[in-house]
C-alpha cells in the first residue's frame, strides 16, 4: 500500500499568541513551532497499517509552506515516516485551504496513493478543510474525524468510527480514500533519538510551482476565493468586582449591576 | 607539541576568550532541537505524568519510565556506536540531562544509570565487558548503579570497609560488605562494586544482581526525591568472577573519582533544568495569585525574585553549554574506532574537570535559592504539598550533597588549577607572580570611558580574574604544600574562581546574542549579565580580603588590600530598576526563555 500522510507545522499550544500590529497577521516573532497535534494521530496510523501489513508499504510526509516546515518533516521521518515531501513556491504564499488543497492534489495524483491520512484540523487556524477540500479535489472517498479504523481482509476497504456529536458513526470505505485523524485514534509513538539521526540522512523532495504545473493565478492569495480581513482577540474579561457590606445592600447592589452595568437582567 | 593555553582546562583564568568561540544554548542545531522535543515529550506524558505514583514508590512505576526512556534512545546518548550506543555530542548530553532533570526523582535515576553506572565501563571495561553490559545498558534492559559510599566512609570514599579476597581456585574474587545509600539499588541488575582486595587494595567490580549473596535492603524514607530508590546493598559471600574485575586491581580509585569528575556536569545541568521548571511554576503563580487586588507579579518584591532567579539561571547555563562546547571541542577529533577512544574521551573530559565541578557546585546551589525563592512567592501554599513549590524545595535540597559534596568539590577546583600549574600545564603561577609586580607598580590612570556593550563590565571581570590569581599566588606562596588544611581559604578562592567564570561565560554568551539578535532583543540578556555581575563584585570583594588576611599582615597586607580595592571599584548602576525590567519579561513570557 501506497500511504501519505498530511502534516502541517504550527505554533505549539503553549505560544501565547499575539496579533501583529496592524492586526493583518500573527506575530510570528518568538513562536515554537511543532508538528500539528491531530498529524501526529495521522503519522502513527500510517506507520501502524505499515508494520501491521509488512509488505514494503510505504509511507510518505508531506507538507505545504515556507522553509520552516521541513523541520515537521523531519519529526514525520524521524517518526518512521520513509519519504518526504515539500512543497513550497513563493507563489503559494496567501492560499486558502481549497487552493492549497488543489496544489497537493497535483503533488500526490502521479504517487498513486492508496490512501491518505491527515489532522481533523490545524490547530492553528482551525479551518478543518483541507481533507475533505483534498478528497474532492481527487475525487477519492472520504472519511473525517476518525477514531478507528478496522480493515477488510483484503486492505481493499475499511470501516471508519467517526466521532459525532454524541456518538459515532461507523461508515464504509473503498481506497483510494482520504482520512482526517481525530485524538484517541491512537498513542502516537516519540521520535526517538536513533529516529531522528536516520531522518537527518533521509532526502527531503522539494516541489515547487513549475512542479505542480499550474500558474501562479491559480495558487497562493491570487488564486483564493476567500481573503483574511483582519484578526481581533478576544476581548478581555472584565474585571472583578466584589460587592461588600450587608447582605441587603449586597443584594440590592447586585440585581442593581446586573440591571444596568451588565445589563443582563 | 607546544601548549596552547587557551585550549586548557582552566585557561578562562588567564586567557580572553572571542564571544564567537562560546557554544550557547542559542546554538543548538536543527537536530538537537528534535532531540530536546523528544525528551520534553517524554518527561510530560511519561515522567510528570506519573509523579503522585513515583512519589509514593509504586512498584514498577519508576523503572517502567526509565525502560521507557530506553525505548526512546534516552539511555544510549554516551554509549559508543559500537557498543550500541549513540555517542553524541557533549552538548545535546548535556540538553537531554537538562531536560529529564525536571522530573525531581527521574534525574537521580537517569543520571545513576547513564552516568555512574554506565560509564566506569564505557572508559574502563576491557572489550568483552563493553560487549556483555554496554549494548544492555544502553537500552535499558538492564539499569546499571554504581555502590562506593558506606555507612562509614561517603567523602573519605577510600576509607571503604567492603572486601574482596580471590577464591582458592584463582577464579573468582569473593566480596563481602555493606554499601549505602544506593540510587537504583532497589531494582538495578548491575551494581559498580567498590572493595579492598586483601583489605587493601582498593578496586572495582561489576557485580550482577543475580550473583548469589547479593541483596538489597530496605528503601531509606527520604526528604526529596522519593520516587528514586536509594537502598542498601549487601554482599554477602558474592563469588564474582575473575573477568568482573573493572580496571586495574588496586586501581579503583581512578575510576571511583573519575567517573564522578567526569560525571559531574551533568548534574550540573540537570539543576538547569529543575530551576526552570520550579520558575516557571512560580512566574504563571504570580500572575494568577491576587492580593490587595492586583497580581502578586506587579510587587516590586516579588518582580525582584523573578529577576535574581532568571540571571541566577542565565549564568549557571551559559557557563554550562560554555563548557559543553569545550569538551566537544576536544573531543571531537578523536577517532572513535581507535582502540584508545575512551581513554582519549575521558582524557578529554578531564582537562575540564575544574569547569565541571564549578557546574556542579553553582548549580547546585542556584537551583537551592531559586527552590527557596520559590516557595516564598507561593506564600502559604509553598508549604502546602499540594502545589509544586514543596516538592521542588525538598527535591533540589540532595544536589549540592552527593557526587561530591559542594564542599569537596570547593576544594577540588583551586586544588585542582593549582596542580595543573605545578605540573606546568597551565601558566598560573607565572600569571599571578606578573600580576603582583603589576599591582604594586603606581597604576597608570586610565580615564578613558571606552564605549560599548558590556565593555564596563568586562574590566570587572578582569578584576575578577586578576583577584582570582591574587588570592591563589599570595596563599601558595604562604602556605605552600600545607595549602590543603587552609580550607577556609580555599573555599573563597574556589568561590572567586567560580564567580569568574560564571559572570564570563554570562558575558560571552549575550555578546554573542546581541551580536546575532541585535541589542534591543538582547536587552534582557544584557540586563541579567550585568545585574549579575555588579551584584557579584561585592561578594569577591568580602572573600578576597578574607584571603588576604588569613595570608598576610601589617604592611604587606595594607599593599594588598590597597591593590585589591584598585580591582573592585566600580560606579554602581541601578541595578534596581534593571530588575524590575528583567521581571517584566518573564512576567509577560510567563517561562524561562531568553
Ligand atoms: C539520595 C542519595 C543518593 C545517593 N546515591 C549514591 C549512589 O548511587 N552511590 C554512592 O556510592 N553513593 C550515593 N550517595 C552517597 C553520597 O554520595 C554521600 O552521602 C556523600 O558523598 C557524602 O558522604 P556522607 O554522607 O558520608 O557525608 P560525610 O562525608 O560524612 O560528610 C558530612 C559533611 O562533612 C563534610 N566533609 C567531609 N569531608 C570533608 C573534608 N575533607 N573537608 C571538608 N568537609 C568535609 C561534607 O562536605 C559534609 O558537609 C547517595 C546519597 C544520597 C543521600
Known sequence: MKIGVLVKNVPDTETKIRLTADKQGIETQGVKYVMNTYDEFAVEEALKIRERLQDGTTVTAITLGPERVVETLRTALAMGADEAIHVDDPAFEGGDSLTNARIIARVVEPMGLDLILGGKQGIDYDAAQTCSALAEALGTAQALIAVELKWSEDNQSLEVRRRIEGGDEIVHVKLPAVISCEKGLNEPRYASLPGIMKAKKKEIKKVDLTGVGLDSAEVGASGSATRVVGYSPLSERPECRILEGEPVEIVKELVRALREDAKVL | ?594
Open chain 2, 1 to 594: 607539541m607546544a601548549i596552547d593555553v587557551t585550549k586548557r582546562g582552566g585557561s578562562f583564568l588567564i586567557a580572553e576568550t572571542d564571544p564567537n568561540s562560546v557554544f550557547t544554548p542559542e546554538d543548538f542545531t536543527e537536530e538537537q532541537k528534535m532531540f530536546a522535543k523528544t525528551a520534553e515529550d517524554f518527561l510530560h506524558n511519561e515522567v510528570l505524568a506519573n509523579l503522585a505514583k513515583t512519589e509514593a514508590q509504586e512498584a514498577g512505576v519508576m523503572v517502567g519510565i526509565l525502560k521507557k526512556a530506553g525505548e526512546l534512545g534516552l539511555l544510549m546518548i554516551d554509549v559508543p556506536e559500537k557498543y550500541g550506543g549513540l555517542e553524541l555530542d557533549k552538548a545535546t548530553s548535556m540538553l537531554v540531562s537538562e531536560i529529564v532533570s525536571k522530573g525531581g526523582a527521574f534525574a537521580s535515576t537517569f543520571g545513576a544509570h547513564t552516568g555512574i553506572g554506565t560509564l566506569p565501563i564505557v572508559f574502563f571495561g576491557t572489550d568483552e565487558q563493553k560487549q556483555k553490559y554496554l549494548p544492555k545498558l544502553a537500552t535499558g534492559e538492564i539499569v546499571g548503579c554504581y555502590a562506593l559510599t558506606e555507612a562509614g566512609s561517603g567523602s573519605d570514599a577510600l576509607a571503604a570497609k567492603a572486601r574482596a579476597d580471590l577464591s582458592k581456585d584463582g577464579k573468582h574474587y569473593v566480596l563481602n560488605g555493606e554499601k549505602t545509600f544506593i540510587t537504583n539499588g532497589g531494582f538495578a541488575d548491575l551494581f559498580i562494586v567498590f572493595a579492598k582486595i586483601n583489605g587493601e587494595e582498593f578496586s572495582c567490580f561489576i557485580v550482577e544482581k543475580d550473583f548469589e549473596g547479593v541483596s538489597a535492603g530496605a528503601e531509606e524514607k527520604k526528604m526529596g526525591i522519593k520516587g528514586s530508590s536509594t537502598v542498601q546493598l549487601i554482599l554477602d559471600n558474592v563469588k564474582v568472577p575473575v573477568e568482573n574485575l573493572l580496571g586495574e586491581k588496586g586501581k579503583g580509585h581512578r575510576i571511583a573519582f573519575n567517573i564522578l569528575n567526569v560525571g559531574r556536569f551533568k548534574l550540573g545541568v540537570g539543576c538547569i533544568g529543575g530551576a526552570k521548571l520550579a520558575f516557571d511554576d512560580a512566574v504563571k503563580y504570580a500572575n494568577e495569585r491576587h492580593q490587595f487586588g492586583v497580581p502578586i507579579s506587579s510587587f516590586g518584591m516579588m518582580k525582584n525574585k523573578i529577576a535574581n532567579m532568571a540571571s541566577g539561571i542565565y549564568v549557571v547555563e551559559s557557563m554550562s553549554y560554555r563548557t559543553a562546547g569545550l569538551l566537544d571541542e576536544i573531543l571531537s577529533p578523536i577517532d572513535k574506532n581507535a582502540p584508545d577512544a575512551s581513554k582519549q574521551t575521558m582524557k578529554g573530559i578531564e582537562e575540564y574537570v575544574t569547569e565541571c565541578s564549578i557546574m556542579k557546585v553553582k548549580g547546585s546551589e542556584m537551583l537551592d535559592y531559586v527552590v527557596d525563592e520559590v516557595v516564598q512567592m507561593y506564600g502559604g501554599y509553598g508549604y502546602i504539598a499540594e502545589y509544586p513549590a514543596e516538592r521542588h524545595y525538598r527535591d533540589s535540597r540532595i544536589a549540592r550533597i552527593y557526587e561530591g559534596t559542594n564542599e569537596i568539590n570547593r576544594m577540588l577546583i583551586p586544588g585542582m588549577l593549582i596542580r595543573k600549574a605545578m605540573k606546568g600545564d597551565l601558566p598560573l603561577l607565572e600569571a599571578a607572580k606578573k600580576l603582583q609586580g603589576e599591582l604594586l607598580e603606581m597604576p597608570t590612570l586610565d580615564e578613558s570611558e571606552p564605549e560599548g556593550l558590556l565593555v564596563e563590565e568586562n574590566k570587572l571581570i578582569l578584576n575578577v580574574k586578576k583577584i582570582a590569581l591574587l588570592t591563589t599566588g599570595v596563599a601558595v606562596q604562604k602556605y605552600m604544600t600545607k595549602l590543603e588544611e587552609q580550607q577556609g581559604v580555599l573555599g573563597d578562592i574556589a568561590d572567586i574562581i567560580m564567580e569568574a567564570y560564571g559572570m564570563e561565560s554570562a558575558r560571552l554568551r549575550t555578546l554573542k546574542l546581541a551580536a546575532a539578535k541585535g541589542e534591543e532583543e538582547a536587552k534582557t540578556a544584557v540586563d541579567m549579565t550585568r545585574l549579575y555581575i555588579y551584584d557579584t563584585v561585592g561578594k569577591v570583594d568580602l572573600w578576597a580580603r578574607e584571603v588576604l588576611a588569613a595570608c598576610a599582615e601589617g604592611d604587606e597586607l595594607r599593599t594588598m588590600l590597597v591593590a585589591l580595592r584598585r580591582l573592585t571599584r566600580y560606579t554602581p548602576i541601578d541595578t534596581l530598576h534593571m530588575r524590575l525590567d528583567v521581571a517584566d519579561y518573564f512576567i509577560a513570557k510567563e517561562k524561562y526563555e531568553v
